[in-house]
């Protein structure tokens, strides 16, 4: 044995552990491998990964009070509130739930390392109970960004850890697996969320806003509600859901600032990552520059673009007469252009009347032909929305311009008459809310438009 041990190269000699493991000491192996190795487990690691980018938000808010309590004169009385947020532009862009924000006087953000700002409310969706607020940030300062995932491949049973401000205790962390996906869950009377991800990780008050992760760290939700009374039954906002409405939000922010004349293809769930052009406004910015229908972004100035989210986030802060360098791909070929922003197009006021006062759409008739030729749809025809009113019914639906009005309750809206008959119904304000159905690209879409609020307020 002495021969054959001196052949051994010198730089290897055998571990304690394996030593002991031959003469049935295995058990002490443990203690030869540096203990930091064996803590930086996966979860370690993702939590590491992510928390920079998790921002604790507080505020003061009314809460309504119960008349049957308190009386219908009662104000109502101010409470702490407490929720999560997360990072997702590195100038202090912060994605959180709506109900976090909702009323707050004053927005006040703890960053990760402990930093306190003030922040505002830039834009919100009730409907998905998600919003976007602005961090103020010192002159040059940056923030850490999320990494985001897709909740597109996700696997019931796969582990999970979410981060937030857990009853108001920053920060903190917990983990579990993914119960059950696709749950409509009722919180409210006010409010129902779709398509849920469930997880037994713990939720708490104040977890809302906050990131689900994957094991890899990557964000694969949104933090939004716990089962009231259950022990392990927690709800999370779908990430790929998410991150289209944050892009949404931001698309309406920069759209008040400058005009680009692009509209953008929603990409399906678990598609490529790309963001592809759907189509281009005549004599807009983006025509000037020569971007196409079918173009693929693939960067503006310096943001990688994968989601129409990081297309908007490079407009947002950018103004009129700015001009971006934009990297497309047109089939095989790489382009590069020069966007030279715009201000955004004055808009004559449309002439007073039902389809403005009451739903804050100004309407302009697709001919049929042109119609057929640009989508590929059932509806026989539709109406372009040339203007919407802000803070209307359809604004707060988030209907914009460029979408095509193709149906209200049962009808078509092919014409302008048939908006004007279907409006002039007996029961038309009993409809409220009324729905509607656009086009946006190719793909529809529907809502609702609260008529009878809108015809009591302007009485």
Not at 56 to 84: L, W
Not at 113 to 130: F, S
Not at 425 to 436: D, H, N, Q, T, W
Request: hydrophobic share 40%; proline share 6%; charged share 20%.
């Amino acid at each position: 044995m002495a021969d054959r041990s001196a052949r051994l190269p010198m730089r290897w000699r055998p571990p304690v552990c394996v030593l002991l493991a031959v003469l049935g000491g295995g058990a002490v192996c443990a203690r030869s491998v540096p203990g930091s190795e064996l803590r930086q487990t996966a979860v370690v690691k993702a939590v590491q990964n992510a928390s920079g980018a998790v921002v604790n938000i507080r505020g003061e808010k009314t809460v309504a009070a119960s008349a049957a309590q308190h009386g219908a004169t009662d104000p109502g009385r101010r409470v702490n509130g407490m929720g999560t947020g997360v990072v997702i532009d590195e100038r202090g862009y912060v994605l959180t739930n709506h109900h976090v924000v909702d009323g707050v006087r004053e927005i006040q953000v703890t960053l990760a390392d402990g930093r306190r700002r003030t922040a505002k409310l830039l834009a919100r969706d009730p409907e998905t109970d998600l919003a976007i607020v602005k961090v103020a940030l010192e002159p040059g300062e940056r923030l850490p960004v999320i990494t985001i995932g897709t909740s597109s491949d996700l696997m019931r049973g796969e582990s999970v850890i979410a981060v937030g401000n857990a009853f108001g205790y920053e920060n903190t962390v917990t983990r579990g697996i993914i119960s059950a996906l696709h749950r409509g869950v009722q919180v409210s009377d006010a409010q129902f969320y779709e398509d849920l991800i469930q997880t037994d990780a713990s939720i708490n008050p104040g977890n809302s806003g906050g990131p689900l992760l994957n094991i890899d760290g990557e964000m694969i939700g949104i933090n939004v509600a716990v089962r009231a009374g259950a022990q392990g039954i927690g709800f999370a906002v779908p990430v790929d859901k998410a991150v289209d409405v944050a892009g949404e939000l931001i698309a309406k922010t920069a759209a008040k600032k400058a005009w680009h004349g692009v509209t953008l293809k929603k990409s399906s769930p678990g598609a490529g990552r790309e963001v592809v052009v759907e189509s281009v406004e005549a004599k807009s910015p983006a025509e000037t520059a020569g971007l196409k229908p079918g173009d693929v972004i693939a960067a503006v100035g310096d943001v990688k673009v994968e989601r129409p989210l990081d297309y908007y986030r490079a407009l947002v802060e950018s103004g009129p007469e700015d001009q971006l360098a934009v990297t497309v791909r047109r089939g095989e070929e790489k382009i590069s252009a020069s966007l030279a922003l715009a201000a955004p197009p004055a808009r004559v006021k449309p002439a007073t009347g039902p389809t403005w006062e009451l739903l804050g759409l100004e309407l302009k008739v697709i001919p049929q032909q042109e119609f057929r030729q640009r989508f590929q749809t059932e509806y026989r025809g539709g109406l372009s929305v040339t203007a919407v009113r802000p803070q209307s019914p359809a604004a707060e639906q988030g209907i914009r311009r460029g979408d095509v009005l193709v149906g209200m309750h049962i009808w078509e809206t092919i014409s302008l008459e048939n908006v004007q008959y279907i409006m002039n119904r007996p029961e038309f304000a009993s409809l409220s809310p009324v729905k509607v159905w656009i086009l946006r690209g190719n793909e529809p879409l529907y809502g609702y438009l609260p008529v009878s609020m809108v015809q009591a307020q302007r009485k």
